[in-house]
């Protein structure tokens, strides 16, 4: 594969020299396509699981600030060049649309099981702890006696 891009740039250059530039934009696109090809694939199998389990956010995360990174250089170039900010701009398209099917196969359960966690037991109700914050005392590093003790509730007076 190595000599096949070797031999393909000697041609292109061969080419651009004769003012035939038709060849490296047709590179480009290709390139474009198969990019684009390599990340479809992801929708397809989020299409057949019905979910994001297997997928690389992380990957997906470093591949689309290089694609925001290369987006910048071509904006940045003396001469714009259209089928590069394309190229990059779909691909980068496409990562968000697979954050989106995270967002909406992870977060979103995620979220709705949290909520009736909390309604289901009763957590809605407010705490009568003095504490500045609600975490364990193994997280806290400032733990002091008074995070140990319940507030009593306040009965209501005679009066009253």
């Not at 003012?19 to 057949?48: K, S």
């Not at 496409?94 to 037991?121: D, Q, V």
Request: proline share 5%; glycine share 8%; with cysteine.
């Amino acid at each position: 594969m190595g000599g096949v891009e070797v031999g393909l740039i000697f041609a292109l250059r061969a080419g651009m020299k004769d003012g035939i530039y038709w060849p490296a934009t047709l590179m480009a696109a290709l390139a474009a396509a198969l990019l684009a090809l390599g990340v479809l694939e992801q929708y397809i199998a989020i299409w057949r699981n019905r979910n994001v389990e297997g997928i690389s956010f992380l990957f997906c995360a470093i591949d689309a600030l290089g694609d925001i990174t290369s987006i910048i250089a071509v904006i940045f170039e003396p001469e714009l060049k259209v089928v590069g900010l394309v190229a990059y701009s779909v691909e980068f398209v496409l990562w968000c649309g697979i954050f989106a099917c995270g967002g909406y196969y992870k977060l979103l359960p995620f979220i709705k099981r949290k909520t009736e966690h909390m309604r289901s037991n009763g957590d809605t109700a407010p705490s009568h702890q003095i504490t500045l914050q609600d975490l364990p005392s193994s997280t806290s590093v400032f733990r002091t006696p008074s995070s140990l003790h319940q507030r009593a509730p306040v009965a209501p007076s005679a009066s009253e």
